[in-house]
């Protein structure tokens, strides 16, 4: 197992999109099922047992040193955001398979599973981590309902994909069950290309909130009404996109709005309904809360100048996950055992599975450089050499917690 054959299996894994030329593949989807059975062959390569769990996730298992022993699992999720890189996600999963190919004739204190997450984006629902959640048992059951552009629902979803609804509890799993939990990821961001490094370890994770923002005026014609009459519910949006934009600035939090829909969306017509998507993510849920009060106020009194209409509701929320102290004193030794005498350690400002997971048992993450710190983009880039260090100190922080034991 080598970095070349990694990087080849990231490849295989693009060619498996729902947009041709791009790739992009959402939880339940034709293409969610084919990447499932592609991660099960190489899985069952390394010398796993696999299943795809109840809530379509795609796992696999060996045994410790007697069956039965609580796991340690290692993964990521192989979901994507439209127009997506290869890496995100896909990388973590095929680095743990590769360390799982690796430690195939090494006896462990404990069993190792390597989990595929079936959706950490929430490109098609809205509401990320469905897949993680669910085997952390924290699901609420009011996510059935949530609907994709389409207006399929979660609950229909399932049952296309060939999974029950009801037998959703099936793949929650217990704390007793498991050992912890380690994911490797691209670091999206810039710093460690900027400080020339490899690899660093996670030390906390950012929390996010997701918000549907809607702005309601008149709809009329572009012709015909006088600026003092309109309700421009779009003018009234963009002053909000703006207000986000300067309000995260000041608050040192990170305010995306990346999707807007106009309505009725003519060019001859004045928006009369604009429904936007706000992501706010911050180190500390405090601040991240702070700022999302503020923004709404700044949003509410816009709508009263304008004679608008302003509504939110939340999509989803995760708050900040700090990382296991021991698991992060494993990755650090697994860096070191690379020659890197002193690894890095920051928190990630990207969501991740580890979030959910650190529910039922401790979590702990690897960062490998990206290219100029672009993620969500064709344009995701790693190098070989570092895929090939981040495989030697994900296989010596396995080796480094079965010694511990
Ligand atoms: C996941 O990639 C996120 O941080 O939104
Ligand atoms: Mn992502
Ligand atoms: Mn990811």
């Given amino acids: 197992m080598d970095a070349e054959l990694i990087l080849e299996r990231c490849d295989d894994l693009a060619t498996i999109t729902s947009t041709p030329g791009k790739l992009t593949r959402v939880h339940l989807s034709d293409e969610h099922r084919a990447a499932n059975d592609m991660v099960a062959g190489w899985m069952a390569d390394a010398g796993l047992s696999t299943w795809q769990d109840a809530a379509g996730n795609q796992c696999g298992r060996r045994e410790g040193r007697e069956p039965g022993l609580p796991a340690l699992l ?8 439209p127009d997506a890189g290869r890496y995100d996600g896909m990388l973590g999963v095929l680095l743990a398979i590769g360390v ?36 952390a048992g ?48 691209i670091e999206q961001g810039p710093i460690l290309e900027d400080a020339d490094r490899r690899l660093a370890v996670v030390t906390s994770i950012a929390g996010a909130r997701r918000l549907e923002l809607e702005m309601t005026g008149k709809a009329g014609h572009a012709g015909g009404a006088r600026f003092e009459q309109r309700r421009d519910a ?40 604009v429904e936007f998507s706000l992501d706010l993510r911050a180190e500390f849920d405090e601040d991240r809360d702070q700022a999302l009060g503020e923004i709404l106020d700044e949003a509410r009194a816009i709508a009263a100048r304008r004679g608008l209409g302003f509504h939110h509701r939340e999509l989803y929320r995760a708050d900040a996950t700090a ?83």
């Fill in 74 to 81: 290692l993964g990521s999720h192989i979901d994507t955001v």
């Fill in 100 to 135: 799982a190919a690796r430690l195939r004739e090494v006896e462990l204190p404990f069993a190792l599973e390597v989990v595929a997450f079936s959706d950490e984006e929430g490109t098609r629902f809205g509401n990320a981590l469905l897949g993680s959640r669910a085997l």
């Fill in 138 to 185: 924290t699901w609420d059951d009011e996510w059935w309902n949530l609907a994709d552009d389409d207006g399929v629902t979660l609950f229909e979803a399932f049952g296309d994909f060939g999974l029950d609804p009801a037998r959703l509890p099936g793949a929650f799993r217990r704390p007793d069950e498991l050992v912890g939990y380690l994911e490797a990821h």
């Fill in 234 to 273: 779009l003018v009234g949006a963009s002053e909000v996109v703006v207000a986000i934009e300067r309000i995260s600035k000041r608050r040192g939090v990170l305010g995306t709005v990346g999707r807007i829909e106009v309505q009725p969306g003519g060019v001859n017509v004045v928006p009369g309904r």
């Fill in 323 to 405: 990382c296991d102290l021991d698991l992060r004193a494993a990755l650090e030794a697994g860096i070191r055992a690379t020659g890197d005498e002193d690894p890095p350690a920051f928190w990630s400002r990207a969501g991740h599975d580890g979030m959910a997971v650190s529910a039922v048992t401790p979590v702990g993450m690897l960062f490998v450089r990206c290219r100029g710190g672009v993620s969500h983009h064709p344009d995701e880039a790693v190098r070989k050499s570092d895929v090939a260090a981040a495989l030697d100190a994900f296989e010596a922080a396995v080796r480094h917690l079965a010694a511990g034991r």
